[in-house]
T-cell receptor, first 113, second 110 residues
């Protein structure tokens, strides 16, 4: 079956611009996670959704970052006023219920010039 | 912060067993040990997890010490395709986030 998909696969933007990154989880998975991975580092947790609500957003670095999941399926990570330090691979994962294994997408590579 | 310590890199000969260690000396009673791996330019892939008993699946075996302060992931017959970064993660069953460390870069050599 289809896995987690993320679009775009690559995004290049200029400092100060707004970007949206999309995640399509595995159908039927209720839990959705966003991570950020910088070069040479492990993924860093950002936010987790259970259904439509953000159950834990403690990993979001600041208020420029926001994520939504309005219908409990697709999620969008939104970054305002991008900074060069936001450049990273943004990973999305989903799981079918609490504490089950997470299935990761291929990530979106964001480059802020 | 990650609650685990792993060697930054390891080599293994193709066809031999790869034994990847992980220290998690501050693990608490309701925390599981999870292993994921990440092949270059891909998202992480789940391998195995356990609480206190040893576990085996089609990919690997997980050996957890009796005091649960360390564990070893065993790939019984490593292939070149097993070259990846392997992450050992301690995860509270009440939480859903996972805190990755830097992992171990395993290189399987012919």
């Amino acid at each position: 079956g289809a896995g987690v998909s993320q679009t775009p696969s690559n995004k290049v933007t200029e400092k100060g611009k707004y970007v949206e990154l999309r995640c399509d989880p595995i159908s039927g998975h209720t839990a959705l996670y966003w991570y950020r991975q910088s070069l040479g580092q492990g993924p860093e947790f950002l936010i987790y959704f259970q259904g439509t609500g953000a159950a834990d957003d403690s990993g979001l670095p600041n208020d420029r970052f926001f994520a939504v999941r309005p219908e409990g399926s697709v999620s969008t990570l939104k970054i305002q006023r991008t900074e060069r330090g936001d450049s990273a691979v943004y990973l999305c994962a989903s799981s079918d219920r609490l504490n089950n294994e997470q299935f990761f997408g291929p990530g979106t590579r964001l480059t802020v010039l | 912060d990650a609650k685990t310590t792993q060697p930054p890199s390891m080599d293994c000969a193709e066809g031999r067993a790869a034994n990847l260690p992980c220290n998690h000396s501050t693990i608490s009673g309701n925390e599981y040990v999870y292993w994921y791996r990440q092949i270059h330019s891909q998202g992480p892939q789940y391998i195995i997890h356990g609480l206190k008993n040893n576990e085996t699946n089609e990919m690997a075996s997980l050996i957890i010490t009796e005091d649960r302060k360390s564990s070893t992931l065993i790939l019984p017959h490593a292939t070149l395709r097993d070259t990846a970064v392997y992450y050992c993660i301690v995860r509270d069953i009440l939480n859903n986030d996972m805190r990755f460390g830097a992992g171990t870069r395993l290189t399987v050599k012919p």
